[in-house]
């Protein structure tokens, strides 16, 4: 699928499935998240430019590669989308942090905006969405639109699961935006949850309904 990278990583189709099933345990599922979220990560950032600096090992000067100034923002939709982001600030401890908080209306499968908090220099950052599930697509659209609102020119999005329906409507809006996920899953439900999927994940990471 175009503008899609499915990370297909032995170790990530391992936890995606241990996710999966109904009887992880909410403590194992938000570990499980925050793994993946670390493996997720490394794809998402496969191709930030690098320039060589000169550097002293203990033996002797060297060229050596090091990250070209790129400047990284992580963007975790509230609330299931923290889950992943420890496990990527793990990685790029450097990055900032923009907080973009909302919820699909039942009823309308609607997003609605309660809360957001962003860098100010957006324009000169990579920004990488964090949501593990992108369903109807409207969630992931109403982050990008709002985070290209402050200023976001560079963005991405990093997802666990997918559905066909979501992808081609994201797209529809936001073309430019790449997206990695574990997997793409085979369709959405009537209540627009993804099938077979893995349930609601803030539900599963937080032990709530």
């Known amino acids: 699928m175009k503008g899609v990278t499915v990370v297909d990583h032995p170790l990530v189709k391992h936890k995606l499935t241990l996710m999966r099933k109904k009887e992880t345990s909410t403590k194992s599922f938000r570990q ?3 793994e993946i979220g670390v493996l997720l990560c490394y794809e998402v950032t496969r191709d930030l430019p690098l320039e060589d600096v000169t550097i002293e090992t203990p033996l002797q000067p060297m060229a050596a ?3 070209a ?3 990284l923002v992580f963007a975790p ?3 299931s989308g923290m889950g ?5 600030l793990e990685l790029v401890p ?3 942090v923009a907080h973009v908080g909302l919820y699909r209306d039942p009823a309308t499968l609607q997003c609605v905006e309660y809360y957001f908090k962003a860098p100010a220099d957006m324009a000169e950052r990579t920004v990488v969405v964090i949501d593990p599930m992108l369903a109807t697509g409207n969630t992931a659209i109403a982050a990008v639109d709002r985070l290209q609102e402050a200023g976001a020119r560079d963005i991405r999005m990093a997802c666990l699961l997918a559905s066909p329906e979501g992808l081609s409507k994201f797209h529809g809006h936001h073309a430019g935006v790449h997206v990695w996920t574990a997997a793409v899953d085979e369709r959405l439900n009537d209540h627009g949850y993804i099938l077979p999927g893995l349930g609601d994940a803030g539900d599963r990471m937080y032990g709530t309904r």
Request: net charge positive.
């Open 32 to 34: 499980l998240l925050r």
């Open 65 to 67: 590669p090091l990250l």
């Open 69 to 71: 100034g790129k400047k």
């Open 77 to 79: 939709v509230l609330r």
């Open 84 to 88: 992943m982001l420890d496990g990527m």
């Open 94 to 96: 450097a990055a900032r």
